[in-house]
DNA sequence: GTATGAGCTGATATCGATATCAGCTCGAGA
DNA sequence: TCTCGAGCTGATATCGATATCAGCTCATAC
């Protein structure tokens, strides 16, 4: 083997926190405030010699100002590189211009894709977005949304993940802060709602695979904690009935290892010759379980899953997903909350129900041969 | 076709903002403030019957007050639900508790996942995340950066895209704000870095190829923007002289298209035999590509690629691929950070740099038959 | 010539939490 | 008994921006 050259490499060092910061809670409150050199709105109101009201209603409204008296207070901001300290806003004005988003976690596609498109458009409309990744546990989410309050958050983005926090959306909701629900609902909250045609995919994905001529088509997942996931599973039972076909369902627990059960009815006597996983992480799970046994595909066994993702055509076997459009869902939240901080006062009337349509990508793992797309409008 | 009932569906209503809420920034700004009953530390020593100081030492150092003020104050403040107000905390301690995470984009796994975990360690240690996604465009990495001084951000975590930002971070770090750069480094700053061993990855991957026998092995990706890139195209440099090997590259600026470039190469009369694709997105792009013309990986081509992501095993042909600990990178930077906002006073001492290393995955896609691991260890 | 009001500007109070300092109580030591 | 200090508590000022209201100037109308 050929050598090279190294570099820096401390790893264990800084596996932990520096020792000298593993300071007791008490300490670490009594850290003296750093004191940074600030230009204030004073300090702008100085250099022009005019009162500080003068340089505030040129930061904002720009009424009652002179052109002469605005063009030097822009001077003296330009000059001086002042910037307003949000925080003395958001203590007067009552309401920060940031929106919270909580979701249950980046590592997957869907969530991050979206959180991108949530970020991009709250920028664009003067919103900063502070990011909440919960990891489906229970207690972080409750206490993310009460750190909300604290900061005088302007509104909430929330994939809902936990039953848990009912209580403590509906409060906000009462106490005027709009919420908009992405993906799944929690019922009983009176919030906006922005969702997919999840039964309406489903069916679709399911009757695709009864037209190729599947009978026994297995439905799995990861249990129906969400209603998104219900409404899946409610698809896929009414395209099985209306076919005249029984429903069968592999449903599990979060943490529940799904692979092995599928592969132990693959070796029953009446296998399913047909798979349809409810979302993509079940989809992934699913295909290593196949890999791993060489099961073939689609010839053993097809597949068709519910959530598409970027690489699902590079795949060994291209997989047929019911694609949803994750990025115009994080867009239209977005919106939507805007739209009803702008109106004020809670903004109940702009906080209204979305649901945005899929479409069933075509490709190689539910048998069909052509690579082909079919829009899922009727 | 079967039928099936749809549900509310309105997209063409919402794909712009609300005709009512197209108001002018002018009408916007004059927005009465939504006024949210709210339960100040005030409320609290009032239900006790104490000052607010009181109130203020118990939610805080706990030192001065008698254990019995403390059991009732922690009544009231729970029987009220009392949040103490970020805002006001923050305009007079000067510094929040929230970082902020600047990423070039979440679509690409590399950056979701080492946001994940520098929100997860940063909510472990009582800190808020504000993420930033600036899409490499270079006005909004600026416009974000001023954004994070108005709202007195205590320190900066930046996967820095664009050398535009170079005169807004020096002046950060000169006002005592510490920053840590993630993945790639800006020359001149004085902040903190953690990176991965890009240049013994690099050299790492192209060596494997050169044992299997190649000798016109391609460097392929866009240009050399960041050092990180830079740093990977000096390891694959390093490892062809070593080798007597003449180098070969094929780096195109950002926007241009890569896979029709690498086909014509492989047209070309002494067609390279072996790729070595510089990031991630280079390799789907040229995987992309490959399968479009049908080319066998890796019969008529070997590709080695950087940076590793969750389906490259799953991918038709498994990919070879040196793996970043992308989620270890966030959760190193993220505490050096925290410790040097701990140690308070720029916490110049704190912000160091570290080296992490890289693990060479060996799959298919090389032309390795069995798949193994080789720590990347020396 | 004076009244009126429109247009512009600044002094002051305020948002909620906390640093500072002064005041209070009580027990120990002189 | 008096003093002193330790321990506890509250009044006040402060952070930076803005709402409110008062004051000022000037032109127009009477």
Known sequence: MISFPRSTYLPEDRSEFHPCCRVSELAWRRMPNRARPVVTIADVARACGVGTMTVSRVINGKKHVSAEMVRRVEEAIARLNYQPNE?????????????????????????????HAVQQVAAEQGYMTMLFACESNRNVEVEELSQMRSRNIAGILIVPSSEESVEQLRELRRSGMPVVMIDRTIAGIDAGEVMVENLEGAFRATS?????????????GYDREYNSISQRIEGYRKAMQTAGLQPQYTLVKRGVPIGPKILALLRSPKPPTALFTLNNVTSVTVLNALKREEIRIPQQVALVGFDDFELASLLAVPLTAVRQPAAELGRHA?????DSLRV????????????????????????CEPIARITHAL
Chains 1, 2 share one sequence.
């Open 87 to 115: 925080a003395a806003r958001t203590l007067k004005g009552r309401t920060s211009r940031t929106i919270g988003l909580i979701v249950p976690s980046l590592s997957d596609p869907f969530f991050s894709q979206c959180a």
């Open 208 to 220: 695709h695979l009864i037209d190729h001529g599947h009978r026994r088509i297995q439905c799995v």
């Open 334 to 338: 977005t919106r939507m909350l805007i």
């Open 344 to 367: 004020g006062n809670g903004g109940e009337r702009m906080l209204s129900r979305i649901v945005l349509p899929t479409e069933l990508i075509l490709r190689q793992s539910c048998g």
